[in-house]
């Protein structure tokens, strides 16, 4: 046997061990129900990664709810997007960043309107996901109590599936969460004075 073939040999019986481990794992996670997910950190592509997932359930015929806390102050590539599909429900209910608005009491009242509006797609078993964008900046600013979103994440129809962004998760939160993503930042293009830009940011 050349020394390629004994190569390709421990390959195929690597590759043949680690099949039979995978496979096991997938057989033993029998469980179907609705996840609740969290993609938190300070880099960037949180919105990103659960916009992602809209797209995919929406190519399985899944009908969607999105609220947007805090984003308002920009129309983005995805709000236009999204918002034109037929089984999408997308509300952008911020008042744009904190440190644009300056007004604790505005945010607030913000933040409670959202809330109302994802509550309500949390209590609808029609919605097969919900996407909570920012809502990790709302509570951690303290726009919002934590108790009444985590009663309703644990009360929420069982098929359904959500999705929560934004930095500072509480700790609370990912302990609730199945999946829990958290994005580190090694460089922006900010940093380098280069703007926001369609297609990019925005």
Request: net charge positive; hydrophobic share 45%; charged share 25%.
């Amino acid at each position: 046997m050349s020394e390629q073939e004994t190569a390709d040999e421990k390959y195929r019986r690597r590759m043949e061990r680690k099949k039979a481990i995978v496979d096991a794992r997938i057989a033993a996670a029998d469980t179907r129900r609705g996840v609740l997910l969290v993609f938190t950190g300070n880099g960037k592509g949180k919105s990103t990664a659960a916009f992602g997932m809209v797209a995919r359930a929406l190519g399985h015929g899944q009908r969607v709810g999105i609220v947007q806390y805090i984003k308002g102050r920009f129309a983005t590539g995805e709000q236009h997007f999204f918002s034109r599909q037929p089984n999408v429900d997308y509300h952008v209910m911020g008042e744009g960043f904190t440190w644009e608005t300056q007004d604790a009491a505005r945010d607030q009242q913000a933040a409670a309107l959202a809330w109302r509006r994802s509550a309500a797609m949390l209590a609808d078993p029609a919605y097969d996901l919900v996407v909570l964008d920012e809502l990790n900046i709302a509570l951690k600013y303290h726009m919002l109590e934590l108790e009444p979103v985590l009663a309703a994440l644990q009360a929420r129809p069982p098929a359904q599936h959500v999705v929560i962004t934004g930095r500072a998760a509480r700790q609370d939160l990912i302990a609730l969460a199945d999946t829990v993503s958290e994005m580190r930042q090694i460089r922006h293009a900010f940093e380098r004075g280069i703007a926001a830009q369609p297609g990019v940011e925005l």
